[in-house]
């Protein structure tokens, strides 16, 4: 069901918008979209970041590692969902993993920004994009799954944002986040990328709870490399300076060791092992109620 993002109502048209206040979904860089005064400027992600990230992410071991996390919770926890939603879809590295691994389901990128929509509509040509605020979403029981990758940290209304998830998605139905983790790696890394907050997993928890999900699957990532993190972190605190989604650029080999790590720690992670800290989280959320 379609609803209104500027004043909530019910079942409305794409084409004819909203008749109780008169709002109409604009079409902004050739894309549908629902907040249409944030498409090319808002705070809540660099926008110049989009070029470097839709060059690096593939030669990057932290995003492949997380795609392989995402991919098994989705098939581990919801094998037969038929429709899906990515909330903050950036270019489109992740979406195009889970249409190539679930192919059959119906899945929707959304972005507030149309320039990372743009790249995104590079590696997704057959899927529907469209622009929208997290913190309005135009529907209610749509999807059996939503997703968000590193997300609702740039959001300040993250407990907002939550209540519009769980109103997206179908009764039953559920949801995949991860979030960056621990206010002790807080860096400049963190400012660059305009996040509002690291999540301790207490927050986290009691946030998703308060929205009514219930927390099927939770877990650290990014633990065995927590002290290279750590460190990382703490030298770019003493030069107060960052590349970066360029920081992203790794020495090949490099690359390949730290992939080899993680490929250890997605082991432990899918035979249950505890990882109670980590540079980022993982839950994975049923809804709760009607």
């Known amino acids: 069901m379609l609803l209104c993002p500027s004043c909530s109502a019910k079942n409305i048209h794409v084409k004819n918008g909203c008749s109780k206040c008169g709002f109409v979904p604009a079409q902004v860089d050739d894309f549908l979209a629902w907040a249409p005064e944030l498409a090319r400027q808002n705070d809540g ?3 110049n970041s989009f070029e470097g990230l839709a060059r690096l992410e593939a030669k990057s071991f932290w995003f492949r590692a997380r795609n392989t996390i995402v991919l098994w919770a989705l098939h581990k926890y919801f094998p037969r969902f038929q429709s899906l939603l990515e909330v903050g ?6 979406l195009q993993d889970i249409t190539r691994a679930f192919p059959n389901a119906k899945v929707v ?3 507030i920004y149309t320039t990372g929509l743009a790249f995104a509509r590079q590696r997704l040509p057959n899927v529907e994009l469209v622009q929208m605020d997290a913190r309005k979403l135009p529907y209610e029981a749509e999807f059996d799954v939503l997703a968000a990758f590193d997300v609702i940290e740039h959001i300040f209304e993250d407990e907002l944002v939550l209540q519009n998830f769980h109103r ?7 949801c995949v986040i991860t979030v960056p983790q621990h206010m002790w790696l807080w860096s400049p890394v963190d400012e660059v990328a305009c996040h509002q907050r690291r999540y301790s997993a207490t927050e986290l928890h009691t946030k998703v709870e308060a929205a009514g999900f219930r927390i099927v699957r939770s877990t650290s990532f990014v633990a065995l490399l927590l002290p290279l993190m750590l460190a990382s972190r703490l030298a770019a605190r003493s030069s107060a300076h960052t590349d970066g989604s360029e920081g992203l650029a ?4 490099l ?3 730290l992939s080899a790590i993680m490929r250890i720690e997605f082991l432990l992670i899918k035979i249950g092992v505890p990882l109670p800290i980590g540079g980022s989280r993982l839950v994975v959320l049923q809804r709760i109620g009607n």
């Open 45 to 47: 992600f660099p926008q």
């Open 250 to 253: 790794l020495n090949p080999l």
């Open 109 to 111: 990128g959304s972005e």
């Open 168 to 174: 997206a998605i179908k009764p039953g139905g559920g």
């Open 255 to 257: 690359d390949r060791t």
């Open 89 to 94: 879809c950036g270019t489109g590295f992740v």
